[in-house]
């Protein structure tokens, strides 16, 4: 058994209490639970009680000795953030475009005018695997000081088998090397190369029959995802990459209606998508 952790007097101890019947929605997301100089007592990595410090040093008070303390005074406490969509694995920056957006071009525009997606993945492509590793291991850090404990990681920036398995391979090593949850997702089917666009269906055939089949082999992913949008993915392309992915065990997940609607949403819900 290990020793129990109180962490004490918080300034603001964030419960999200809610109720057991369903999630919270709509105005109720605002009601926090928050606890005025509040405590949690935890054991065995299981939290046991929380509720201001008074109550909780009357309810332990025979087991106070033994107990891990943890000074909180001037701190808030909170749940650990779960961010479920990142593409935390890349190189490269794309500050430059923000003068584009204020210009008026669209996301579309600047795609494919071989900025964004296209950028990142040049860039990720000519990045050695332990360049990613160390930018990307950064990046977590800046996850956790902002009391993020979970991200997804979506690979997309490789458009090819090699840069891909680099993605998910270095989002493998995040996982046991950070001390953040890392959960990968499968994401080939973020754009199509430049090489593929007179024919994008040979490009999903090669996600299909190759790129899916070995992620799940090697077992470097949960989930796999796709863009659905006008210009990348059609919704029977992407119906077609999301059930290969599903019949090799990955979990469907959709970019759908990012940018306009384009029957992503529908798909989603034909595919029974996670998210």
Known sequence: MSIPI??????????????????????AMSELGIIENGSVWMEDGVIQAVGTDEELARKYEDRLGEAEVVDARGKLVTPGLVDPH????????????FNMRLQGATYMEIMNSGGGIYATTRRTQSATHEELFQESYERLNQFLRHGVTTVEAKSGYGMEWETELKQLEVAKQLNDKHVIDVVSTFMGAH?????????????????????????????????NDVFCEHGVFTPEQSKQILEAGRRHGLIPKIHADEIEPYEGAELAAEVGAIS
């Open 191 to 223: 754009a199509v190369p430049n090489e593929y666009k007179q024919n994008p269906d040979e490009f999903v055939r090669l996600l299909i029959e190759e790129m899916i089949p070995k992620v799940a082999e090697l077992g470097l992913a949960e989930f």
């Open 86 to 97: 990142t593409h935390i694995v890349f190189a490269g920056s794309r500050e430059n475009e």
């Open 6 to 27: 109180f962490i004490r007097n918080a300034s603001q101890l964030v419960t999200l209490q809610g109720s057991s019947e369903a999630p919270r929605v709509k105005g």
